[in-house]
């Protein structure tokens, strides 16, 4: 067992410590011997007294015994433990108190002397007790058979990260070097920018982060040293207190010693890891009935004891009998049976005790595997809980959105704030011209005099509900929806019928090859209506509704007729996932506009365009697309899901241009394998959020949570779970919407999978976001597209080799390319194990894991919970979910896209 042993002073502080049962199950005080008083407190008192002739103030010497998990160690061999360390630091017949405690299913035991030697009035000198306690666990370790950790069979291969943070972080730092300690503080402060960060900083170097007395905030380190953090951070308290709030909540100095010895705390808020109400209240009931039945048991030992003694006296002879017993030695023999007797009872209640401590302690740890908020393995819990610890090498960080003005330029002419505004939102309140002006203008004065002159600028335009835009913006829609309804009003493009006929054929030939299925009905009909007469055509398709066999057959259709087809969509991962999945040659839009600007003509008359993901097109940029394309005299198809990822540009001109014009719709939903999954994600689709949570809740595939740490846990345990169940074919992948919270679950996954499996030293490089580690095995995603490296924003893969010089990756979706970063020419890359909802529109993996902010509204919650096949698991957590009650009353979205009819060719 593992013995540490201690001079401590304050005696009356240790007997209120040792006699705690707030914090432990069961206290048993064992044994006060060669003491006056028989309570612990007055033991102490009687040791401090005696102290006082001598110059010893740390008068008392208490070691705790621990057995190994899982041993069964009896009141005997804890008694023989403690004899053979009295034997070996000289402290036998030393005045002694044992006590019992038992938490979390485990029984460990603390024997204190007291170290005054009254005959001669001086403290025994515990010279070298370490050490000597250490021989004694090793021997006892032998005896028992009890498997022997490292640290005791070779000193050398002690690794201290392998114990306590706190012995991790004594052993990092410098010992009492002033210097490397006020570089360690300031460190701490330098790379945290929250009160959280800061408190984590600390306690991965060994410190807790406190409020003391008078100091505010304080550092208390393992041996409860106290180190002003003003001070050593360098900080002025004032601008402590602005970073980090107010100290009153935090632990005091005591708490934060207990935390050190792994004591739970007097007040449940500075718990390290909460308990749920239901394991609380679970815990109490048991408590109180194993203290029950043991005072039960203890009161019938008594009962019992009473009676044998009675019927062991009356075995006795009396009288003349007594005299003659005396004479013939009988005497004596029923003396001895009678001890003998007396001995076998004692045993057997001794027995009867361990057996029902015992039973205690299997019930206790039975009741601890079973508590929600830590139903983890001890392996995984040592994974996951370091895991969501940030690494301090790795930092986030976030380019600033730069106006398209200066400040002076903005004083200037205050009316540019209309275009900056009309930038990103189609039409917007007064209110939001002020609060624009105010970020770039603080002179009051100059303020109001700005908002005036934006207000009354020719450029702004009252709309009929009080809010405004832009007579740009204005001009901008009018002039899309003429464009649009000329397409559509004009022809030329009609493919015909033989060649759909055989597209289809084809089609349904290699899908009941591969699937055993064929072309549905709705996609005949999307069918039909893109290779029509018009020049301007709309497909509404569902997440996962089978858009991209629609294109692939429609592709061939076209290319029989010999017409040229294009693609296209904003993102750079969306133009190669449609090029992957249709054969349609696609690129960007930004990509097909900079070719129009420079006098290239890359489509021409009688061509087709199809644009992807048009949901996400802003009006401007649909605007230009459409003017060109009509004096070009080329076709026009727009697919994808005006209920998806909203344009970051104005407008929602998809969603009007369907309302205006109609369009074919696919609602059937293929990518999900469960019927119930494809039922959610329409019900998604169709804004029931409520109703697909409650499909999912009910599957137990939604996680709810106190707080962000115990969601990550709870995702971390999930995804190492599926990950060894599904193996290297089974795609992973985890959505946040917020950079930050994908930042923190790349963090936490990567951590957490090199916890768990021998993975090769990684290298930090430096990256547009931060400094990022990388080691063959890990994820990446790329985050510029980039012509040389024929890469895109988006695109996911699996680092093969990595070191200074160069990043060597597999890309996903095609085993065979593998692409080389020169991490000095391209910095646009970043861990991929987790994306942001924006960068997830179109993706398809296995298994999914949504971690659920405040930020989501409802068609980012759409995407997000759309992206599988085959699982989804939604963690939401109290701190910081969305308004999912809000959700739940918005009425559906309006589906007024009208159906139109195609003669059956």
Same mark, same amino acid.
């Given at each position: ?119 001669? $009035?001086?403290?025994?000198? $515990? ?6 306690? $250490? ?30 943070? &706190?012995?991790?972080?004594?052993? %990092? ?16 402060? @330098? ?16 410190? #807790? ?30 601008? /402590? ?7 009153? =909540? ?19 808020? *500075? ?21 029950? @039945? ?40 029923? /003396? ?12 057997? +209640?001794?027995?009867?005790?361990? @057996?029902?401590?015992?039973?205690? /302690? &299997? ?46 330029? !903005? ?63 204005? +001009? ?41 299925? !064929? ?115 080329? %076709?026009?198809? !727009? ?58 809740? &009910?599957?137990? #595939? ?22 060894? $169940? ?31 499996? =021998?993975?090769?030293? =990684?290298?930090?490089?430096?990256? @547009? ?8 095995? +890990? ?80 068609? /980012? *919650? ?7 096949? +085959? ?14 009650? *809000? ?19």
């Amino acid at each position: 067992m593992i013995l540490e042993g201690n001079e401590r002073g304050f005696g009356a502080e240790l007997a209120r410590h040792l006699l705690n049962t707030r914090d432990n199950d069961h206290v048993t005080v064992h044994a006060v011997e060669g003491f006056i008083a028989d309570d612990l407190a007055g033991a102490f008192a009687e040791s401090e007294a005696i102290a006082q002739g001598t110059q010893c103030r740390k008068y008392l010497f208490s070691v705790s015994l621990n057995p190994p998990p899982g041993a069964k160690v009896t009141v005997e061999e804890f008694e023989d433990a403690i004899g053979r360390i009295e034997a070996k630091l000289g402290l036998a017949g030393q005045p002694r108190a044992i006590i019992f405690h038992e938490k979390h299913g485990r029984r460990h035991a603390h024997c204190v002397w007291s170290r005054i030697d009254p005959a001669h $009035m001086r403290a025994i000198n $515990m010279a070298h007790s370490k050490r000597k306690l $250490m021989d004694i666990s090793i021997t006892l370790y032998r005896d028992h058979g009890w498997s022997m950790p490292e640290g005791f069979l070779d000193h050398a291969r002690r690794d201290p990260l392998n114990y306590s943070r &706190a012995e991790a972080g004594q052993a %990092k730092r410098a010992a009492h070097d002033p210097a490397a300690i006020k570089a360690l503080f300031k460190k701490c402060w @330098e790379q945290s920018d929250s009160r959280a960060g800061f408190a984590a900083a600390l306690w991965t170097e060994g410190y #807790c982060l406190a409020h003391g007395d008078q100091r505010g905030f304080v550092a208390v380190d393992a041996d409860g040293k106290i180190w002003s953090l003003s001070r050593w951070c360098g900080v002025k308290p004032k601008d /402590l207190r602005a970073r980090l709030g107010e100290p009153n =909540d935090l632990p005091s100095v005591e708490d934060a010693v207990k935390l050190f010895e792994g004591l739970p705390l007097a007040d449940p808020k *500075t718990k390290v890891i909460p308990t749920s109400r239901e394991f609380a209240e679970s815990l109490q009931r048991l408590v109180e009935s194993q203290r029950q @039945e043991r005072d039960a048991l203890i009161a019938a030992q008594e009962r019992r004891l009473v009676a044998e003694t009675l019927a062991r006296k009356a075995r006795m002879p009396r009288g003349l009998r007594a005299a003659w017993a005396r004479l013939n030695g009988s005497y004596e023999r029923l /003396l001895g049976e009678l001890a003998r007797e007396a001995a076998a009872c004692a045993t057997r +209640d001794r027995a009867e005790r361990q @057996e029902l401590i015992d039973r205690h /302690l &299997a019930d206790r740890r039975l009741l601890e595997s079973r508590k929600n908020a830590l139903d983890l393995s001890k392996a995984l819990d040592e994974i996951f809980l370091e895991a969501v610890r940030p690494d301090r090498r790795q930092r986030l960080l976030l380019p600033n959105d730069a106006a398209p003005f200066t400040r002076a330029q !903005l004083a200037e002419k205050p009316d540019l704030i209309l275009m900056h505004l009309s930038h990103k939102k189609a039409s917007f309140r007064d209110l939001d011209i002020k609060r624009a002006l105010t970020e770039f203008i603080d002179d009051p004065l100059l303020l109001r005099s700005a908002i005036d002159t934006a207000l009354v600028s020719p450029e702004l335009v009252r709309l009929e509900n009080g809010d405004f835009t832009t007579r740009d913006y204005r +001009d901008t829609g009018q002039k899309l929806e003429t464009d649009a309804k000329a397409m559509a009003a004009s022809g030329g493009f009609a493919v015909g019928a033989h060649h759909i006929e055989q597209s289809m054929q084809e089609q349904d030939k290699r899908l009941q090859d591969r699937f055993g299925a !064929l072309l549905s009905d709705e996609q005949r009909t999307a069918l039909r209506q893109i290779l029509g007469d018009d020049k301007f055509s709309c497909v509404v398709g569902l997440a996962g509704s089978g858009k991209s066999v629609m294109l692939e057959t429609a592709h061939n259709a076209w290319t029989r007729q010999g017409i040229r087809v294009h693609g296209a969509a904003l993102s750079g991962k969306a133009a190669e996932g449609l090029r992957n999945a249709s054969g349609i040659e696609s690129r960007t839009l930004a990509s097909l506009e900079t070719s129009w600007k420079n006098g290239y003509e890359p489509i021409a008359k009688g061509d087709v365009l199809v644009i992807d993901e048009a949901g996400m097109v802003g009006t401007r940029q649909m605007m230009r697309i459409t003017t060109k394309l009509r004096k070009v005299g080329a %076709k026009l198809v !727009l697919i994808g899901d005006p209920g998806q990822l909203q344009p970051i540009e104005a407008g929602a001109p998809f969603r009007d241009l369907i309302e205006s014009h109609g369009a074919a719709r696919l609602e059937q939903i293929h990518r999900q394998k469960e019927a119930w999954q494809r039922h959610a994600s329409r019900d998604l689709a169709e804004g029931r959020i409520q109703e697909a949570l409650k499909a999912y809740d &009910a599957d137990a #595939c939604v996680h709810r949570s106190a707080g962000q740490e115990a969601a990550l846990t709870a995702l971390l345990e999930d995804y190492i779970k599926d990950r060894e $169940m599904g193996g290297p074919s089974s795609t992973q992948l985890a959505f946040a919407h917020r950079r930050k919270d994908v930042f923190a679950l790349n963090q936490a996954i990567r951590r957490a999978l090199r916890l768990s499996a =021998d993975m090769e030293r =990684d290298t930090i490089f430096a990256t @547009e976001t931060g400094p990022r580690a990388f080691a063959p095995g +890990d994820r990446i995603v790329f985050t510029r597209n980039d012509k040389e490296l024929d890469v895109k924003n988006g695109m996911l893969g699996t680092v093969e080799t990595a070191d200074a010089n160069h990043i060597a990756v597999r890309l996903d979706g095609d085993t065979t390319r593998r692409v080389t970063i020169d991490p000095d020419r391209y910095r646009h890359f970043d861990h991929g194990y987790a994306v942001t909802i924006h960068k997830s529109q179109g993706a398809t993996v296995d298994h999914s894991y949504v971690l659920a902010s405040r930020s989501m509204d409802e068609p /980012l *919650t759409y995407v997000a919970m759309t992206r599988h096949r +085959d699982t989804l698991r939604l963690y939401l957590n109290q701190e910081d979910q969305p308004d999912w009650s *809000t959700l739940a009353n918005t009425e559906p979205r309006p589906r007024i896209i009208r159906a139109r009819r195609f003669e059956q060719s």
